[in-house]
């Protein structure tokens, strides 16, 4: 799939098809949504996408910044002519699941110091053959290839997170599980990388310690038992989602009796995730955590469990082979 020519401007600027007057979805007003910089069509983009523009950018600053570290880009200065322009392919070396196109545009966006053409051959959550272009972007060559390593780390991280969540929901396919990641993200990255899992057909876990509670084993051993945690949060914050980490079925029965939204179901095996579905009869939803594989993700999910919790998904996914190659403008 071949989208069209999208101009775009240099940070701060505006291309061809800004909105400008317009305030984008989850922005009070236009001098809001601006304070980000970026192309008005791309970031709102990143807002369909349930990004913040202004994080994006952020993320891609910092990334340029600490690639050139106060300084500039000596191999590219050195040997290519300043008024030099190429076309950029992002290609995918390797099969897998692709996320994170439009923040590989951010990155290029801060860098560019002209206005510079792109063409999308794929969207986030599509799956790619090796050989495949992802995004051909056109700009002066200097700018290309001092964005291409900041651009490509991000691309190939989330890519790679997206890719190993798409095996784990197809596991899955046929059964009401559905697979769900952790707060075990890169500091700084964390909302990208739940991004990077919905691309892969994952849900997301809470996206920080404030917007649900979780109880586990210490929150337990600090208040005195399952119950009195569950029973103290629910009274300090009672609008709050609460999901209550349970190692025993004696556990489960006392916090599905108190009223717990969720509960996770640490180390249990398949038949006694069985007999928590059975004990639950449906007056909470079930997590299963721990012991989890690609190989038994199955059976789990066949439990009648309604979620698979997996760390690994953000904490150690390998990432997705994309390089980007140059060629001349046309």
Not at 133 to 152: F, N, P
Not at 215 to 228: L, R, S, T, Y
Request: hydrophobic share 40%; glycine share 10%; proline share 4%.
């Amino acid at each position: 799939m071949t989208t069209p020519d999208l101009p775009l401007a240099p940070s701060g600027g505006c291309g061809d098809g800004c909105a400008c007057g317009e305030a984008p979805d989850g922005y009070d007003s236009y001098d809001d949504y601006t304070e980000c910089g970026l192309d008005p069509a791309l970031a709102q983009l990143l807002a369909d996408s349930g990004l913040d523009p202004v994080e994006v950018e952020d993320i891609a600053q910092v990334a340029i910044q600490e690639d050139l570290a106060g300084g500039v880009d000596v191999t590219t200065v050195a040997t290519i002519p300043e008024d030099a322009v190429a076309t950029a392919d992002f290609t995918a070396r390797e099969a897998g699941v692709v996320a994170g196109l439009r923040i590989a545009e951010a990155v290029m966006s801060v860098v560019c110091t002209s206005e510079f053409e792109v063409e999308r051959h794929v969207e986030d959550g599509d799956r790619v053959e090796a050989g495949d272009k992802l995004l051909s972007v056109t700009a002066r060559t200097r700018d290309l290839l001092t964005a291409e390593r900041s651009a490509l780390n991000l691309l190939c991280r989330l890519s790679g997170i997206a890719t190993a969540t798409r095996a784990w929901a197809d596991a899955l396919e046929g059964t009401r599980a559905e697979v769900r990641d952790t707060r075990k993200t890169t500091p700084g990255l964390r909302s990208l990388e739940k991004f990077a899992v919905r691309c892969g057909g994952g849900v997301n876990h809470r996206m920080s310690l404030s917007d649900a509670a979780l109880v586990k084993d210490n929150h337990v051993v600090a208040a005195g038992g399952v119950a009195q945690a569950f029973q103290a949060v629910r009274e300090r914050f009672p609008d709050v989602p609460i999901e209550v980490e349970v190692d025993t079925l004696h556990q489960l029965r006392e916090v599905v009796d108190a009223g717990a939204d969720l509960i996770l179901l640490d180390n249990f095996t398949p038949g006694e995730c069985e007999e928590a579905v059975a004990v639950v009869a449906g007056r909470a939803a079930l997590e299963a955590s721990g012991r989890l594989t690609l190989g038994n993700a199955k059976a789990y999910a066949g439990t009648g469990v309604d979620y698979l919790a997996v760390g690994a998904l953000t904490h150690s996914s390998p990432i997705l082979d994309i390089g980007l190659d140059l060629r001349a403008a046309e």
